[in-house]
């Protein structure tokens, strides 16, 4: 069974981008682009973590973080963050995030978060 | 009287300039970010498709996309240090690692540097004391001295910028190889106030400036 990644993101490019690039890599991925719809994702889709943008227009990643904790514990929250003193990812991490990453996000390291914290492996298929 | 309200109006004036700036920083980050995923998109889909497209077309597009995800990560890296620099605005006054604060100096300056062929080679000390001073005014401080420093220099030389812990303070030295420097360049009215404001001394000797700092009261 394939891992199921959400990424809620605003900047629409950069959530649609990286989830065609996990797609190539068989992952499950939902995309949502502020607070409120990826909230409303989380009704239908349980996924195996989450990747959070920080500053979004509607809601703050912070308190979409403390929601997700409330409904589906059980998915692993990655917050991104392009706060350069890394304080924000810090906090998140004390309200439960599991990691933070900076942005712009090195793809690299985010498919070796996704392998640490899903316990798979990546591979590529040709449907790009 | 009247020089208080100065000061007050010039603290809010700098801590505008740099929220202003954490801002423009922040939105340049996602604006690379994107730039990045797309560059690594096409990169991904080359790859997958490479067996069926002419190698010397592949060869090139890799370049091309290699080239990207360089340049993204210098970018990203200045903008990394931008953006510290522009919080540094955020208080007044603040204990910090004075060896971050000086790769980020060094990194926001380094481009006057590379104008004048002069490397910069720093030389971080792993002994440092946190330093409580005004993290503004030691920017301010940093590139006077380093412009007087390379205003002296010619090109293909190299200036070595080491910290280090000095009597309950922290002394930098700016030392380059070659030439002397000369004493009389630093007697400046601009490093004489800002010296006098955050309690530092400037000395230069032969081919070394020294800036000596203590933490304020």
Redesign the interface.
Request: proline share 0%.
């Given at each position: 069974m394939s891992k199921r990644i959400l990424i809620i993101d605003d900047e629409v490019e950069f959530a649609t981008t990286l989830c065609q690039r996990l797609k190539l890599r068989k992952f499950e991925v939902e995309e949502a682009h502020s607070g409120n719809e990826g909230l409303a994702i989380l009704k239908d889709f349980v996924p195996n973590i989450v990747f959070l943008d920080l500053k979004m227009p509607d809601m703050s990643g912070l308190d979409v973080l403390a929601e997700i904790r409330s409904v589906q514990p059980q998915s692993k929250v990655v917050m991104l963050t392009g706060h350069g003193s890394g304080a924000a990812g810090k906090q998140a991490l004390a309200m439960g995030a599991v990691d933070y990453l900076m942005k712009p996000v090195d793809f690299r390291e985010l498919i070796k978060r996704v392998t640490e914290l899903t316990g798979g492996q990546e591979e590529k298929d040709g449907n790009g | 009287m009247a020089m208080d309200k100065e000061a007050i109006l010039r603290e809010q004036q700098l801590n505008s300039y740099g929220r202003l700036m954490?801002s423009f920083?922040?939105e340049l980050?996602?604006h690379?970010?994107?730039?990045?995923?797309?560059g690594?998109?096409i990169a991904?889909?080359i790859?997958?498709?490479a067996a069926g497209l002419d190698p010397a077309l592949v060869s090139r597009i890799e370049k091309a996309t290699a080239s990207i995800e360089k340049r993204?990560v210098i970018a990203?890296q200045l903008?990394?240090?931008?953006?510290?620099f522009?919080?540094r605005a955020d208080m007044p006054v603040a204990s910090f690692d004075f060896n971050e604060f000086c790769a980020e100096a060094i990194a926001l300056s380094e481009r006057f540097a590379r104008l004048k062929q002069v490397e910069i080679l720093f030389e971080p000390s792993s002994v440092l004391p946190a330093l409580y001073s005004s993290p503004t005014l030691l920017h301010h401080l940093f590139l006077l001295t380093f412009e007087k420093c390379l205003v002296q220099m010619e090109g293909a030389e190299r200036l070595h910028l080491v910290p280090s812990a000095e009597n309950n303070g922290i002394q930098l030295r700016f030392i380059r190889e070659k030439s002397l420097f000369l004493p009389e360049l630093f007697q400046d009215r601009a490093l004489e106030l800002v010296l006098a404001k955050i309690q530092g001394t400037l000395s230069v000797r032969e081919k070394t400036v020294e800036i000596s700092l203590m933490s304020l009261q």
């Open positions: - | 954490a920083s922040h980050k996602n690379l970010g994107i730039i990045r995923e797309s690594g998109l991904d889909v790859e997958i498709h993204v990203a903008f990394h240090h931008l953006s510290s522009a919080h």
